[in-house]
């Protein structure tokens, strides 16, 4: 009997090796920014808070399309 190939898993696996791990966030999906917040009303300087947003080149899938 001859072999039977699936269609979606061939498709599945064709549009795996067409895409690359996202350089911007190393295939996290996120990436980390520093905000500046104000510290008091006291002191004149403020301290940098870190907040996890999701990556914008790769809409935080964390994978990118290889470009032909």
Same mark, same amino acid.
């Given at each position: 009997?001859?072999?039977?190939?699936?269609?979606? @898993?061939?498709? *599945?696996?064709?549009?795996?090796?067409?895409?690359? &791990?996202? +350089? &911007?966030?190393?295939? @996290?999906?996120?990436? !980390? $920014?520093?905000? +500046?917040?104000?510290?008091?009303?006291?002191?004149? /300087?403020? !301290?940098?808070?870190? &907040?996890?947003?999701?990556? !914008?080149?790769?809409?935080?899938?964390? @994978? /990118? *399309? $290889?470009?032909?």
């Amino acid at each position: 009997m001859p072999r039977t190939v699936d269609n979606f @898993e061939a498709l *599945k696996s064709l549009l795996e090796t067409r895409q690359k &791990e996202c +350089p &911007e966030c190393s295939g @996290e999906g996120q990436v !980390e $920014i520093d905000v +500046p917040r104000p510290a008091s009303f006291g002191r004149d /300087i403020g !301290e940098l808070y870190a &907040e996890w947003l999701a990556c !914008e080149r790769c809409s935080g899938k964390g @994978e /990118i *399309k $290889i470009e032909e």
